[in-house]
């Protein structure tokens, strides 16, 4: 029986997700007949991971689907054991990027990898913690499929599409739009996006002062894009699918763009993420969007659906300390575009070279571009900085308090914007040999 794993990785509460998701893993059991592991990957403080604890042993058992919540003991337990196994240099470095002590969007979900591939499973779909999924009518629903009459759950499309060819996915897509020149090479991500709040704390900038909004997130662009398409990429930055809720079914079979879907909303095969990792950068929003760029660049096939999670703040965002905590990111984020888009607009020109004979990512190319953008020139990112600083200064008020954080952490954060890559590309060296030793710890029980 074909294995997936659908993951939820989480910092903070979120039982009424975790119930939702476990909905959508029964859904994928019954409708596809595969076997779903359901992994929920915790760092949530004591009180929290108690009260999921509980919504979890409260699930009701469902044939075809394995539930596994791991506190970060239990990861790191598994993950010594694989680092350990692998043989790979400083094993307890990597170990570290891995599990690192702050938050990275990357090292969780490539823990969620690596567990996936130890249990066999042929790919990897990720929700997040801060997402609902929309619902559909019953009189919309297909007539003889009554269960989609409830949630909309993104599975249905990955689980119809994902590791299939081309030519074996046509007639289950609503339009195709893929360069016939992709046709021998199976798909390999299926995504969506979010509706509703921003990804970001960033809207109210804009209502504070548009062109101060302009300025901040115009730094989320490369250089070197003509205005007019710079502008759109400002109006459409981290508004997902915008607001239109889901009527109907809409895939299409095609070459996905990154600016489309969200990795909350998303699927890979095996054959990507058991070649490459995701960027195992802390305190940096985007970094987990690396493996959507290399399946876009390498021209390997994806499905692009509506099937959009309904995205929302949590309180804990909403506070003080979640506030400077999310701009913090988005200035890492903003330090780490120059490295990314050097790396990205390499990937972009190798195309299909980026694949060997067997229409594998070649990790070692990927990893030479993530060190030869180490080397660039840091003087972009002291400017970038300023553009913050100066932004946020006029703003006042709490933005004015978050310059002052960022200011006194410049240095810091400008260094770790650098080593970020550097350890990205250690980490890509490293884990080929991680991938092969999950077979070796499958003595581990959850």
Not at 243 to 254: H, I, K, V
Request: hydrophobic share 40%; charged share 25%.
């Amino acid at each position: 029986m074909r294995r997936v794993c659908l993951t939820l990785p989480t910092n903070r509460a979120c039982s009424e997700t975790i119930s939702a998701v476990a909905e959508e893993a029964a859904y994928g059991a019954r409708r596809f007949g595969v076997e779903v592991h359901l992994l929920v990957l915790d760092s949530s403080e004591a009180p929290v991971l108690a009260g999921h604890r509980a919504t979890v042993a409260g699930l009701p058992p469902v044939p075809g689907v394995v539930v596994h919540h791991l506190d970060e003991t239990e990861q790191r337990t598994f993950l010594r054991e694989v680092t350990a196994a692998s043989g790979v240099p400083e094993p307890e470095r990597v170990l570290d990027l891995l599990l690192p002590s702050r938050v990275s969007y990357g090292a969780c979900t490539d823990r969620a990898f690596l567990i996936a591939e130890s249990l066999g499973c042929a790919s990897v779909h990720r929700r997040d913690s801060d997402s609902r999924y929309q619902s559909r009518s019953p009189s919309r629903a297909p007539s003889g499929h009554p269960e989609d009459g409830g949630p909309v759950f993104p599975i249905h499309h990955e689980l119809t599409s994902l590791g299939r060819l081309p030519a074996d996915v046509a007639g289950r897509v609503s339009r195709i739009r893929l360069d016939p020149a992709c046709a021998d090479r199976p798909v390999a991500m299926v995504g969506g996006s979010f509706v509703g709040e921003m990804s970001v704390d960033v809207e109210e900038i804009r209502r504070l002062d548009p062109a101060v909004y302009e300025d901040v997130i115009g730094l989320s662009v490369p250089d070197g894009y003509p205005e007019i398409w710079r502008r759109n990429l400002i109006a459409e930055s981290f508004r997902g699918a915008g607001t239109t809720p889901f009527t109907r079914d809409l895939s299409t079979l095609t070459s996905v763009s990154p600016t489309r879907v969200d990795m909350c909303n998303i699927a890979f095969t095996s054959e990507v993420y058991g070649r490459v990792p995701l960027p195992p950068a802390t305190d940096t929003i985007g970094s987990d969007y690396f493996l959507i760029h290399l399946v876009h660049d390498a021209r390997l096939p994806g499905v692009l659906h509506n099937r959009h999670i309904v995205n929302f703040h949590t309180n804990e965002r909403r506070s003080d300390a979640g506030f400077l905590a999310y701009h913090r990111r988005l200035a890492k984020f903003f330090l780490s575009t120059p490295y990314f888009s050097a790396v990205y607009d390499r990937m972009a020109a190798a195309g299909a070279e980026l694949l060997d004979t067997d229409g594998r990512v070649r990790a070692d190319a990927v990893a030479g571009f993530v060190r030869d953008s180490t080397r660039l020139d840091p003087a972009e990112n002291i400017e970038r900085l300023d553009v913050v600083d100066r932004s946020y200064r006029k703003l006042g008020g709490r933005y004015a308090g978050a310059a002052d954080v960022l200011a006194a952490e410049r240095g810091r954060l400008l260094d770790e914007a650098r080593s970020d890559m550097e350890e990205f590309a250690l980490l890509i060296d490293a884990w080929g040999p991680l991938i092969r030793s999950t077979k070796s710890v499958k003595g581990i029980t959850w």
